[in-house]
């Protein structure tokens, strides 16, 4: 695992515990932002329409930052923040092949987080929303 605990993150799905690395150089205010809501907990969901991927929906919460760093082809791991405009806003979590898109269209979001440690899991997680349903997602300052 590499980073210090300031650049990580623990991501927990269900029974899932995941941790990440800020992309602080990267998507820095993504990142600011982003950390300021810590700890962050909600539900997540299957993506409808990017491949193999869960998604966190956040409705028109105005989430205060631009695009940078952005990509509509997510690599297996990697977190997205899509800050709003044509969809609502989200998070988007890869765990496998994925382009992000919603019922508008193709998207590009924000790769501000990426799996560092459980990657392992990152298939039995996403099976797991697909074929029992949401569950709780909750990102938390990480400890040693």
């Known amino acids: 695992m590499s980073g210090t605990p300031a650049e990580l993150l623990k991501v927990t799905v269900g029974p899932f515990v995941f941790v990440a690395r800020f992309e602080l150089e990267k998507a820095p205010e993504t990142c600011r932002i982003f950390k300021s809501f810590l700890p962050f907990r909600n539900q997540t969901i299957h993506s409808r ?12 919460f105005a989430f205060g930052a631009g695009f940078e760093n952005h990509t509509s082809h997510p690599s297996r791991g990697d977190i997205l923040l899509y800050p709003g405009g044509f969809s609502e806003t989200e998070l988007l979590f890869a765990y496998g092949s ?38 709780a997602i909750v990102f938390e300052a990480f400890s040693a």
């Open 98 to 135: 994925s382009q992000f898109a919603s019922k508008m269209g193709v998207l590009a979001g924000n790769h501000f987080l990426t799996i560092v440690e459980g990657r392992e899991h990152l298939e039995a997680m996403g099976r797991m929303v697909l074929w029992q349903g949401a569950q």
């Open 49 to 60: 329409w990017s491949g193999e991927a869960v998604w966190v929906p956040l409705g028109n």
